[in-house]
């Protein structure tokens, strides 16, 4: 027996643990493998936010996966306040940094145990023995949470928690407080980075939309300036189609004027000079249609 309880030891002490950076999945092996240590049916780990202790992990061995599925959605709002150490268990071990061991909580008058009592009523269990232990921080001592170990098994038989008992959890508490510790370093740490990746995202997203607007700016650009060489070029080609008509214009009239002046012409002339103006009128017309 001691040599499996000295194995169970040294796989509590893996440090593969302190490797595991999710804090649930940390906090479900870290109790079955103190369960197994204690032969123990059940428990649970309160961890402390702020100025509460928060339920996150519950195990019971004589439950179905849906029957913990049920209670764990059930006790995971379940929030103790660290003011009201009289009046729970954990909450008291966690103050007063003291391994508590219940024999029966059926018996004892110092905690009134109505949650436990109706959890049993609720899953047809029994509960009889819990020790409670902090979890301290064995350097900066600082209280990180609870483990509640329930139900000693001895021979498939239920037995109170004795002194070994405690002499082994108050080990492995040390380490689990230091790999609880380091977990939620990691969690800060990751929020770190993930509220810097945030952002840098809205920053990038600023950059990405200030330098679309300054492309739209130049297209628009581009596309006026395109569009005012295309009007130049559309003019150009008018006036190189104007331009002769024009001249023909000019001429005629200059001619019909100066003939007016020496009195050498006559009507016939006249009009077949008005005629030409008036056709070329309507070319330099049909070019700006067709442009």
């Not at 702020?50 to 992990?57: P, Q, R």
């Not at 009289?86 to 966690?94: G, R």
């Amino acid at each position: 027996m001691k040599k499996n309880n000295r194995d169970d030891i040294r796989h509590i002490y893996d440090a593969s643990f302190f490797n595991i950076t999710d804090l649930d999945v940390l906090l479900h092996e870290t109790l079955k493998q103190t369960r197994h240590l204690l032969s123990a049916e059940a428990g649970s780990i309160y961890i402390k936010n702020k100025d509460e202790l928060t339920f996150n992990v519950f195990q019971n061995d004589t439950l179905s996966y849906e029957e913990i599925y049920k209670q764990f959605y059930t006790l995971k709002d379940i929030k103790l306040p660290i003011s009201e150490q009289e009046k729970y268990l954990a909450v008291e071990s966690l103050i007063s940094q003291k391994i508590i061991v219940i024999d029966d909580v059926y018996t004892t008058k110092e905690y009134d145990f109505l949650g436990v009592k109706e959890f049993d009523k609720r899953f047809n269990y029994k509960t009889r023995s819990i020790i409670t232990a902090p979890l301290i921080h064995p350097i900066t001592k600082k209280g990180l949470g609870v483990v509640q170990i329930l139900n000693k098994m001895n021979n498939d038989e239920y037995a109170t928690f004795d002194e070994k008992d405690k002499t082994l959890l108050s080990m492995v508490c040390s380490f689990i407080a230091l790999s609880v510790s380091k977990a939620k370093q990691d969690v800060i740490k990751l929020k770190v980075l993930n509220d810097k990746l945030i952002d840098t995202n809205k920053n990038l997203e600023k950059k990405i939309q200030i330098e679309i607007e300054k492309n739209e700016k130049k297209s628009a650009t581009i596309h006026n300036q395109a569009k005012m060489v295309s009007m130049g070029e559309m003019i150009g080609n008018i006036a190189h189609q104007w331009r002769q008509p024009l001249n023909a214009i000019s001429t005629l009239a200059s001619g019909l004027n100066i003939n007016i002046e020496f009195g050498k012409i006559n009507n016939q002339q006249i009009c077949s000079s008005l005629n030409q103006i008036v056709n070329t009128t309507s070319h330099l017309s049909q070019t700006i249609d067709d442009f």
